[in-house]
């Protein structure tokens, strides 16, 4: 008696080939996709024009009367005016400190996939990645000058400021996941560069607009 082969055995069998090969396919491909993941590079620096028309503003105002409103934008927002001169109408202030895994120069990586951040991070940053170890805050500057034709010029200067880690720990800070607040606050090695966040500037100006207009009815040139 001879025996034939099955063929409904034959077709599961090429049916089984296939989808393992299939399988094996899309492996390989989600492989090589993963490799070809570009990371998110840092942002180009703009010009020193932009800069410039992103944080200077003409109101047709008094001197005085624009930097009392700057003032009053400042404290309503939160911030702490660390240093003011009334005479030459510059003032310094400083938004409330958070903290951050992150230094100022890094926060483009904030943006990547939360499973790309730590690949963009050096080993000691992955640590205070961690342990939100970076303290930060905002700083802004802002100077008022009188112009010839009785109108009055604003520039405003925000700086993203940090306070790396200390390198040097208290006991209290060497546990897992938590560090001391305290060890970076007296230290003079802050980072800080230009927040050109055009958005930002505008938000305030447009604060800066209405708090003029309740005072004196009167808009921007």
């Known amino acids: 008696m001879t025996l034939r082969p099955s063929v409904g055995l034959d077709r599961a069998v090429v049916s089984s080939v296939l989808a393992a090969a299939l399988i094996l396919s899309l492996s390989s491909t ?6 070809k993941i570009e990371l998110p590079a840092p ?8 800069r410039e028309a992103m944080q200077m503003r003409v109101y047709n105002v008094e001197s005085a009367e624009l930097f009392e409103a700057i003032q009053a934008v400042l404290k309503f927002d939160g911030w702490t005016v660390t240093e003011k001169d009334d005479t030459t109408h510059q003032i310094h202030a400083e938004s409330l400190k958070t903290q951050s895994g992150v230094g100022p120069d890094k926060d483009w990586i904030l943006n990547a996939n939360q499973k790309t951040q730590p690949k963009l991070l050096t080993k000691p940053e992955r640590r205070y990645w961690r342990l939100k170890a970076w303290t930060r805050w905002l700083e802004m500057s802002a100077s008022v000058e009188p112009r010839k034709d009785s109108s009055t010029r604003i520039r405003v200067s925000i700086i993203k400021t940090g306070l790396p880690p200390s390198s040097t720990r208290t006991k209290a800070s060497v546990a897992p996941f938590s560090v001391n607040v305290n060890e970076v606050r007296n230290r003079d090695d802050r980072i800080g560069v230009p927040f050109d966040d055009a958005a930002v500037y505008q938000q305030f100006f447009e604060k800066l607009d209405r708090r003029l207009a309740l005072e004196i009815g009167d808009p921007p040139k």
Do not use: Y
Request: proline share 14%.
């Open 43 to 50: 942002p180009a620096p703009i010009s020193d024009a932009d």
């Open 30 to 35: 989600t492989f090589a996709d993963k490799k």
